[in-house]
């Protein structure tokens, strides 16, 4: 019903930037969030950052003040601008959105994307 396609990934160097895109389709329920969850080796997918149903935005005491999340609705796309990247940003980062109004609340209801590597070497 959902399908959400993330791009932008790749490697960089410590302080470096990269701007991930989420593109959404085939909605057919009510979507009241969209953000962005990681998943670094051995780890637990954890939150980024997202975008409410409030138009408040969220983000993770890790990257706060340097990465920003928008979107662009003409486009029907979701980003994620992230500056100063560190090595321990390294992981899988998913697109993700809900029918409630916060990506967190009910986790196994979540639509995911299928995930685009981030690797910041240091």
């Given at each position: 019903?959902?399908?959400?396609?993330e791009?932008?990934?790749?490697?960089?160097?410590?302080?470096?930037?990269?701007?991930?895109?989420?593109?959404?389709?085939?909605?057919?329920?009510?979507?009241?969030?969209?953000?962005?969850?990681r998943?670094?080796?051995?780890?637990?997918?954890?939150?980024?950052?997202?975008?409410?149903?409030?138009s408040?935005?969220?983000?993770?005491?890790?990257?706060?003040?340097?990465?920003?999340?928008?979107?662009?609705?003409?486009?029907?796309?979701?980003?994620?601008?992230?500056?100063?990247?560190?090595?321990?940003?390294?992981?899988?980062?998913?697109?993700?959105?809900?029918?409630?109004?916060?990506?967190?609340?009910?986790?196994?209801?979540?639509?995911?994307?299928?995930?685009?590597?981030?690797?910041?070497?240091?």
């Amino acid at each position: 019903q959902v399908q959400l396609v993330e791009s932008g990934g790749g490697s960089v160097q410590a302080g470096g930037s990269l701007r991930l895109s989420c593109a959404a389709s085939g909605r057919t329920v009510t979507i009241y969030s969209m953000g962005w969850f990681r998943q670094a080796p051995g780890k637990e997918r954890e939150f980024v950052a997202d975008w409410s149903w409030a138009s408040r935005t969220n983000y993770a005491d890790s990257v706060k003040g340097r990465f920003t999340i928008s979107r662009d609705n003409a486009k029907n796309t979701l980003y994620l601008q992230m500056n100063s990247l560190k090595p321990e940003d390294t992981a899988v980062y998913y697109c993700a959105c809900s029918q409630f109004r916060s990506l967190t609340y009910s986790m196994t209801e979540n639509y995911w994307g299928q995930g685009t590597q981030v690797t910041v070497s240091s």
